[in-house]
């Protein structure tokens, strides 16, 4: 059980480009969904916290209207890097817990995707 | 001052053989909570073990097994019985409830661990 889908896992694209990235979890339902983004060899970094129906909280240093966060549903939350750059090519992953996170229930997270501005 | 600090960037160890990765930690929040992951080349996150404060006992997972130290601060994951699939990167992450709402994690830098065969 807990099974966090992200697609797509990988994207190419021209500069200038809005990419899309969903996050879903598929067998529970998730208030809340974290977005985290990697550098290589680096650890996770997060970038914002994704409430259902409600505005997402920002990371200080992460840019709400270059990283567009809506969550829809409690099984679904997308990021939209929008008018991608280089410097924007890096790992995101999402990650999503069950019910208010108490206790033992880890974070679950999605496969990545890695994406890459030409 | 850094909240989880894994002083181990890179490891070696013989397959077959234990090995031990590092992580210290520090918050004022009673009722933390520790995780381990890790992070195959492919990038995905894999859950392996937690601990909570108020754990009596270290926690186990099969070949995973948690040594910690509360007076220390520490979270150290012990690997016995090392496969050559165990190389990865590993992360030990924290979470603080009643500081950081909404189950939110603070990871550590990472250690690269490699089993040799």
């Known amino acids: 059980g807990a099974v966090v889908s992200q697609h797509p896992s990988r994207v190419i694209c021209k500069s200038g480009t809005s990419v899309k990235i969903e996050c879903r979890s598929l067998?529970?339902?998730?208030?809340?969904m974290f977005w985290y983004r990697q550098f290589p060899k680096q650890s996770l970094m997060l970038m914002a916290t994704s409430n259902e129906g409600s505005k997402a909280t920002y990371e200080q240093g992460v840019e709400k209207d270059k990283f567009l966060i809506n969550h829809a549903s409690l099984t679904l939350s997308t990021l939209t890097v929008t008018s991608a750059h280089p410097e924007d090519s890096s790992f995101y992953i999402c990650?999503?817990?069950?019910?208010?996170?108490?206790?033992?229930?880890?974070?679950?997270f999605g496969d990545g995707t890695r994406l890459s501005i030409l | 001052a850094q909240k989880i600090t894994q002083t181990q960037p890179g490891m070696f160890v013989q397959e077959k053989e234990a090995v031990t990765l590092d992580c210290t930690y520090d918050t004022s929040d009673p009722s933390y909570g520790l995780f381990w992951y890790k992070q195959p080349s492919s990038g995905e996150m894999i859950f392996l073990i937690y601990?909570?404060?108020?754990?009596?006992q270290n926690a186990t997972e099969g070949r995973y097994s948690l040594n910690f130290q509360k007076a220390r601060k520490s979270a150290n994951l012990v690997i016995s019985a090392s496969q050559l699939g165990d190389s990865a990167m590993y992360f030990c992450?924290?979470?603080?409830?009643?500081?950081?709402?909404?189950?939110?994690?603070?990871f550590g830098g990472g250690t690269r661990l490699m089993v040799k065969p």
């Open positions: 990650s999503a817990t069950a019910g208010t996170g108490r206790g033992n229930q880890p974070q679950h």
């Open positions: 601990q909570g404060s108020y754990d009596q």
């Open positions: 992450a924290m979470r603080e409830p009643r500081i950081k709402a909404g189950n939110m994690l603070t």
């Open positions: 067998d529970f339902q998730a208030t809340t």
